[in-house]
């Protein structure tokens, strides 16, 4: 479900800083203060999108929305996942920019006025890019493995070691929000968007509090979207196999034949009959399930549920708990297939 801000010009917002939360009480004040001091020279709002925090995180962007009214809230009922985040932050945006960044520090703030005057170039999406490597041998190895091979098979590519900081403009932006697909990964759609992009190089800091909660598990997750959603590679795999092993057999049943007219000996194979049924009826399941993955994306784009719920929201000119009290999600009102109200509620 979305909200709608309230009445105030949006025309002279230059920069929406969109932050996905999951547990990060302890990084919520710091990343404020960090991005505040470093946007001193443009309009700005900032919206954390807290994806079901167990912890105080919600708390304590309240706290901070009460003393600036450039704060703003999203939490979800439960959590839904990074990239969700980022598509109800996008949805809730305002500015002429939509900058998105983690909220545990691990994205530098103080690269923003650079990321903008690179944006003030005519460049709609300014794609921030990793220029050390991830914690982890495992995780490093993985991670350029991965893209090498999705870009080997995929018609659009994807930039290596590209995260989710990035900028995009308003009409990126739009057309993000009107896109019907589900289970949206940012970082793949945009280059198949084809918007003019810059990419500029980072280097990643270290977490200034708690755990990432974005494990191998995760990642697995994300890597395994991306594949079914932008490649259809494993069927075209499937079906050069298939044409493969038939010609192969082909061939085989050529040699018997001339074998046995050739008077040569044709002894019944029964281990060659064994492991090829063997290897046949592996194949077979395996490309049933993947064939089974495909239909379940089908599937979850035809079922409609909502991407994610929000609980609350702290709309744009809560200054103070006195003023605007925040406003709670009516349980009477059903979700649309995006996940927003079918009644909007405006403050």
């Not at 399930?289 to 409609?304: A, M, N, P, S, T």
Request: charged letters at 20%; aromatic letters at 10%.
């Amino acid at each position: 479900m979305d909200w709608q801000h309230s009445t105030e010009d949006d025309s002279h917002l230059e920069l929406s800083i969109v932050l996905p939360c999951f547990n990060e009480e302890g990084n919520v004040l710091p990343v404020y203060e960090r991005v505040s001091a470093v946007c001193r020279e443009v309009s700005w709002e900032m919206l954390f999108v807290d994806d079901g925090s167990a912890d105080g995180t919600a708390a304590a962007v309240e706290a901070l929305a009460r003393r600036d009214s450039r704060v703003h809230l999203l939490r979800f009922i439960r959590n839904a996942g990074h990239q969700q985040a980022l598509r109800a932050g996008y949805r809730a945006a305002r500015g002429a920019h939509v900058l998105t960044l983690d909220a545990d520090l691990q994205h530098p703030p103080e690269i923003i006025p650079s990321v903008l005057a690179k944006a003030r170039e005519g460049y709609d999406v300014v794609q921030m890019v990793r220029a050390g490597e991830q914690t982890g041998f495992l995780k490093n190895f993985l991670s350029r493995s991965f893209y090498k091979f999705f870009n080997s098979i995929s018609d659009v590519p994807i930039i290596e070691q590209a995260s989710d900081f990035r900028l995009i403009s308003r009409r990126v932006c739009d057309v993000l929000n009107a896109l019907p697909e589900r289970n949206l990964i940012v970082r793949a759609i945009l280059p198949y968007l084809g918007f003019r992009a810059a990419n500029l190089p980072y280097a990643p800091a270290d977490r200034l509090h708690g755990q990432s909660s974005y494990g191998f598990r995760k990642s697995l997750q994300l890597g395994s979207q991306t594949l079914f959603n932008f490649s259809a590679f494993p069927l075209k795999l499937a079906m050069r196999l298939g044409v493969l092993i038939s010609g192969l057999a082909f061939a085989y049943g050529i040699y018997n034949v001339a074998a046995k007219f050739f008077g040569h000996r044709n002894v019944p194979g029964y281990t060659d009959l064994i492991a090829s049924t063997l290897f046949l009826g592996g194949l077979i399941l395996v490309y049933l399930g993947i064939l089974g993955r495909y239909v379940l994306v089908i599937l979850d784009h035809l079922k409609r549920r909502p991407e994610y719920v929000l609980a609350e929201s702290v709309p744009a000119a809560a200054t103070g708990p006195e003023d605007k009290p925040r406003v709670k999600s009516p349980a009477s009102t059903p979700p649309d297939a995006s996940g927003r109200p079918q009644g909007r509620q405006a403050t």
